[in-house]
């Protein structure tokens, strides 16, 4: 039997301590930072109040939370964008100068804390700002990866808007959130949280998440632990839920989907070790099968652009028509893109995970 060899990461008792969530819209990831300020960890004074679909709230500081939606804009996106930002995206001046802008908010907002923590749906996927931000910052970064079985991501963003709830759509958001940059996670102290299983076994997670990321259990941790467990967590935090079996009978989930929750909620249920080959490997052909759709990702958000566009217009979308039709011609071989997509899901299937026994 081969062992895994697992970095180690030493202790900075002088540093400060960073722990970061991330996760896709809609899995849970408020729920899950409500669950780290029960740890002790400080999520600041000026939170995001709570309203409209995170009634008991969503724990993110505001600062950091305008920040952040600021940069998602200067990268040229969306909240429901699927297109993958490229590499020289975080040099322009703009984004640096954001750089600069978050690091004295942090200073400003964090500096008296020995521990605090920060929640954005979309952080992992900005990952690389935040990393050069903590690097200068000189920070001990520990990370909180919130996964949530994607058929009730899709169910739940149906709530709010149908058109981004539609499974084929939900998945491509989900995607690059959850994806891209996740395997540079894995430099840093790291723990995957399944929401179902905290709505399950509160107690048994938060305890998990504080042993991994080397939180002290304190009396007073423990008893915030028990009021997060016994008032915070309630029964209207979850409207559905599904099964890895219901995934994998679904017949609208991509394939890449499927198969990234399924190693996350490996990673999630300690079923694998985090450190394993096996799990980067898999990662890596994930990453790259999704990375070689770019064109058509960004083909997607032009679409939608176009769509909302015709939305606001009082001609209707009907107008669009002719000029979507043009662009289709002229610019995509359509045939050529559903076959590059048949290979990548027959390449795919070639590497499935191995049946449960």
């Given at each position: 039997m081969t062992l895994t060899t697992v970095p180690t990461f030493p202790s900075a008792p002088y540093k400060q301590r960073v722990i970061v969530v991330l996760g896709a819209g809609r899995s849970g990831t408020s729920t899950i930072t409500r669950g780290l300020q029960a740890l002790g960890v400080e999520l600041g004074g000026q939170l995001r109040p709570g309203g409209g679909k995170n009634p008991q709230g969503f724990f993110e500081d505001e600062g950091l939370l305008k920040l952040s939606k600021r940069l998602r804009a200067a990268l040229g996106l969306r909240a429901e964008s699927v297109?993958?930002?490229?590499?020289?995206?975080?040099?322009?001046?703009?984004?640096?100068?954001?750089?600069?802008?978050?690091?004295?908010?942090?200073?400003?907002?964090?500096?008296?804390?020995?521990?605090?923590?920060?929640?954005?749906?979309?952080?992992?996927?900005?990952?690389?700002?935040?990393?050069?931000?903590?690097?200068?910052?000189?920070?001990?970064?520990?990370?909180?990866?919130?996964?949530?079985?994607?058929?009730?991501?899709?169910?739940?963003?149906?709530?709010?808007?149908?058109?981004?709830g539609r499974q084929e759509k939900s998945d491509l958001e989900w995607l690059v959130n959850v994806v891209p940059y996740f395997h540079e996670v894995r430099e840093r102290p790291f723990v995957v949280v399944d929401y179902?299983?905290?709505?399950?076994?509160?107690?048994?997670?938060?305890?998990?998440?504080?042993?991994?990321?080397?939180?002290?259990?304190?009396?007073?941790?423990?008893?915030?632990?028990?009021?997060?467990?016994?008032q915070f967590l309630h029964p209207n935090l979850r409207h559905s839920h599904f099964t890895e079996e219901d995934l994998i009978n679904n017949t609208q989930v991509n394939s890449l989907t499927r198969d990234a929750y399924r190693w996350l909620y490996r990673l999630a249920t300690d079923s694998v070790e985090p450190h394993s080959p096996e799990v980067w490997q898999e990662w890596e052909r994930i990453e790259h099968a999704f990375t070689v759709?770019?064109?058509f990702l960004r083909y997607v958000d032009q679409l939608e652009a176009e769509l909302r566009r015709a939305q606001r217009s009082i001609l209707g979308p009907l107008q669009l028509i002719p000029q979507v039709w043009l662009n289709m011609r002229q610019n995509w071989n359509l045939t050529r893109i559903v076959s590059k997509l048949k290979i990548s899901a027959q390449e795919l299937r070639r590497h499935q995970l191995p049946s449960d026994t």
């Open positions: 297109s993958l930002i490229q590499p020289h995206q975080w040099q322009t001046p703009t984004v640096r100068a954001l750089a600069q802008e978050a690091q004295e908010t942090i200073r400003r907002r964090f500096g008296r804390y020995s521990l605090w923590g920060y929640k954005y749906a979309g952080t992992l996927r900005m990952l690389p700002f935040w990393r050069a931000v903590f690097q200068e910052l000189d920070v001990d970064v520990r990370y909180v990866m919130v996964v949530r079985n994607p058929i009730s991501v899709a169910r739940s963003r149906a709530q709010l808007n149908p058109r981004r179902d299983l905290v709505l399950t076994a509160a107690i048994t997670q938060l305890e998990r998440i504080a042993t991994t990321l080397g939180l002290p259990l304190t009396a007073a941790t423990k008893a915030g632990i028990q009021e997060y467990a016994k759709q770019a064109p």
